[in-house]
């Protein structure tokens, strides 16, 4: 499980498996999100600020860009 630098401090990002979808994880480790980067899509499990969300959809794309 590899972790990435978040876009927040309260926020982290693993893969789960080698081709498996990323992970948004708060500060306690709960799921927030799910990002696909074959799709490009986030599948939110949990409510976030707009702002956050916005900025973690943001980071997300640009850090895994969708596969063709």
Do not use: C
């Not at 990435?4 to 480790?29: C, Y």
């Amino acid at each position: 499980m590899k972790k990435e630098h978040a876009p927040l401090p309260s926020f982290t990002f693993k893969r789960a498996k080698p081709d498996g979808l990323i992970q948004v994880l708060n500060e306690g480790s709960y799921l927030m999100a799910e990002y696909s980067d074959r799709t490009g899509v986030v599948k939110w499990q949990r409510v976030v600020v707009t702002a956050q969300r916005e900025k973690i959809e943001k980071w997300l794309g640009s850090h895994y860009p969708v596969q063709a």
